[in-house]
């Protein structure tokens, strides 16, 4: 079955400081790859995506890669500030019957930085 | 504001009664689906609903039943809550890919 696997957190960061949070992935076929970002009491946001091997999805300074021969999808943030701290994961679709595209998601990595 | 609505936004049960989780989508997404949430486990498929009138079972459809009622309305039921039902359960919808929008969630404690 299709599955994704996220670093374990919390992770904590002093602000302006680099940001990485690893994510692999196992899925039968050529899965589309996301990052959703979860503020507190809040539901999950779109962050970015990528749809194949060496895509860049990018958003508000976040980025993350598409690699295929490492089955990775890793975020990486080159100066965090304290308005990232959430909860973010990492998931992934294959196309499926109908129009409903099933959503595997991670564990996530709850982000705290602090000032 | 366009988007997807739950209610209620906390619920506490006893175990043994029933509660119905309410979503509704105003973008005229043709899917929608009920995730739950736990603790270092993600998010979990209960149910998804491909387009109106088709409902399927996801990951963790035990002790749970759903309701398409029509295009804007996928509704979530407990017959019978259990302490291990206590999450937090996100609606969401799709479309024409990416489209995923999630609701803002439902925090339930079964006690």
């Known amino acids: 079955g299709n599955s994704v696997t996220q670093m374990e957190g919390p992770v904590t960061l002093s602000e302006e400081a680099f940001l990485t949070i690893n994510c692999t992935y196992t899925a039968t076929g050529y899965p589309s790859l996301f990052w959703y970002v979860q503020y507190p009491g809040e539901g999950l946001q779109l962050l970015l995506k990528a749809t194949k091997a060496d895509d860049k999805g990018s958003n508000k300074g976040f980025e993350a890669t598409y690699r295929k021969e490492t089955t990775s999808f890793h975020l990486e943030k080159g100066s965090v500030q304290v308005s990232d701290s959430a909860v973010y994961f990492c998931?992934?679709?294959?196309?499926?019957?109908?129009?409903?595209?099933?959503?595997?998601f991670g564990s996530g990595t709850q982000l705290t930085v602090l000032p | 504001n366009a988007g997807v609505t739950q209610t209620p936004k906390f619920q506490v049960l006893k175990t043994g009664q029933s509660m119905t989780l309410q979503c509704a989508q105003d973008m005229n997404h043709n899917s929608m689906y009920w995730y739950r949430q736990d603790p270092g486990m993600g998010l979990r498929l209960i149910y998804y609903s491909a387009s109106e009138g088709t409902t399927d079972k996801g990951e963790v459809p035990n002790g749970y039943n759903v309701s398409r009622l029509n295009k804007r309305e996928f509704s979530l039921r407990l017959e019978s809550a259990a302490p291990s039902q206590t999450s937090v359960y996100f609606c969401a919808s799709s479309d024409a890919f990416p489209g995923y929008t999630f609701g803002s969630g439902t925090r339930l404690t079964v006690v």
């Open positions: 998931a992934l679709t294959l196309i499926s019957s109908g129009s409903a595209r099933q959503l595997t």
